[in-house]
C-alpha cells in the first residue's frame, strides 16, 4: 500500500465515509479555462505565473485531485490532499507566500513553515535529485519546470471551492506527511494506522475554514 492509499484509508475510516479517488475533472491545467473564479484568485495566479516564470503554453488537460470528500455531515464537500516531500519546495514557498497575500487558507503557515524547515527541505533536495523533477514541462519550459508547474497546479487546486467547477464546495484540506511527525514517505508508510487515524482526527477538529 502506498502512503497515498494508507492516508486515505486511514481518513475515511475517522469521517465515516469512503472518499471519491476517481480523480474528478474539476480544475484545467489552463487556468484561463478555470471559470467564474473570483478576481482576487486571478490577480494572485497572474502574479504567480510571473513568478514562476511561465511560458505560458499550457496543455487542456484536467488535474487530478487526490480525493473528494462528498456531503459530509460536518465537511461538506471539499477536496483533500495528501502531499509528499516533493510538494514542499522553494517553488511551492514562493507560491504559498504570494497566494496568502492574496487570499489566507487554513494551511499557509503550517506549510511556510515546513517550506522553511532545514530538515524539510534536506528531505525535498534528496526526493527531488530524480532528474524527473527538473525537466522542462509544458507551462514551464526551462530546467527545473517541473517542480514550477507542481507549485503552480497545487496552487490551482487550493482555490477550487471559489471557481465555477467547485460551487458549494468547502475550502481544500491539505495533509502532508510531515504532518505525522515523520521525515520520510517510507517513515509514514511503517507508522501505526491507529496513530493515523488519531492525528488526522485532531487535525480536522482544529481545522479552521
Do not use: W
Not at 516564470?53 to 484536467?62: A, L, Q, V
Not at 477550487?160 to 517510507?186: E, K, Y
Amino acid at each position: 500500500m502506498s502512503a497515498e492509499e494508507l492516508f486515505f484509508s486511514a481518513l475515511s475510516s475517522v469521517i465515516g465515509v469512503e472518499i471519491d479517488r476517481s480523480s474528478p475533472r474539476l480544475v484545467y491545467a489552463d487556468s484561463y479555462r478555470n471559470t467564474n473564479m473570483e478576481p482576487s484568485i486571478i490577480e494572485l495566479l497572474s502574479e504567480l505565473r510571473t513568478a514562476l516564470g511561465t511560458t505560458n503554453d499550457f496543455s487542456n488537460c484536467h488535474l487530478p485531485v487526490d480525493g473528494l470528500i462528498r456531503n459530509h455531515k460536518k465537511l461538506g464537500t471539499r477536496v483533500v490532499e495528501f502531499d509528499e516531500f516533493q510538494h514542499l519546495t522553494s517553488q511551492r514557498k514562493i507560491a504559498i507566500t504570494i497566494a496568502k497575500a492574496h487570499c489566507s487558507l487554513s494551511f499557509h503557515e503550517r506549510y511556510l513553515s515546513y517550506c522553511e524547515d532545514p530538515e524539510v527541505i534536506a528531505e525535498v533536495n534528496r526526493v527531488t535529485t530524480r532528474s524527473g523533477f527538473h525537466r522542462s514541462v509544458a507551462g514551464f519550459r526551462y530546467e527545473g519546470g517541473r517542480m514550477s508547474q507542481r507549485a503552480y497546479f497545487d496552487t490551482l487546486k487550493d482555490y477550487v471551492h471559489l471557481s465555477g467547477a467547485g460551487q458549494g464546495f468547502n475550502p481544500i484540506i491539505r495533509f502532508a506527511v510531515r504532518d505525522f511527525d515523520v521525515m520520510t514517505t517510507a517513515a509514514f508508510i511503517n507508522l501505526d494506522a491507529s496513530f493515523i487515524q488519531e492525528r488526522i482526527n485532531y487535525m480536522l477538529k482544529n481545522l479552521a475554514d
